[in-house]
């Protein structure tokens, strides 16, 4: 708890909170962050699950820009996090959100792994193999879950 009080107590914290633009910039590139994060994994995801019969390997160049925008995503999070520090880290929403986020990235880590090593045999009539399938529909589960919750937070306890 007293990590959580000194987050909160933190000039981080105070400017997010108390002055007029911090907050709206902030959550304006948390949003960034998290649409190009998930919009690459979900364009990867759904070629796996088979919408789409481009090359499967072309799209390895935006794993630069999947890390990225986890890194802005991350910063920007811990930064509206700090505001209400213990609030959001006892609200069953956030937890859920939280846990939503390590699951698709864990997914997402895996799958790419798989995808960039085995995928561009792919193309065929049989697609993807199963198991990066489900890996696929998992990640796209837990980031639409993610982004659910995450704005369910400013709502919900």
């Known amino acids: 708890m007293g ?35 998930v919009g690459v994994v979900f364009m990867i995801c759904l070629r796996v699950l088979g919408f789409g019969r481009f090359p499967i390997a072309p799209l390895e160049k935006y794993l630069l820009v999947v890390r990225s925008a986890f890194v802005l995503s991350l910063a920007t999070g811990i930064s509206l996090f700090s505001a209400e520090a213990p609030r959001f880290f006892f609200s069953p929403t956030f937890q859920i959100k ?32 199963l198991a990066a399938k489900v890996i696929a529909g998992v990640s796209l589960m837990c980031w639409v879950g993610a982004i659910f ?9």
């Open 98 to 129: 939280a846990l939503l986020i390590v699951l698709g990235g864990v997914t997402a880590w895996r799958l790419f792994k798989i995808v960039f090593r085995d995928g561009a045999g792919w193309s065929g009539a049989g697609g993807a193999p």
């Open 149 to 157: 919750a995450g704005r369910m937070t400013a709502y919900l306890p």
């Open 3 to 37: 990590l959580l009080l000194w987050l909160e107590n933190s000039s981080l914290a105070d400017a997010v909170r108390s002055t007029t633009w911090v907050y709206p910039w902030v959550n304006a590139f948390h949003s960034v962050g998290m649409g190009f994060l």
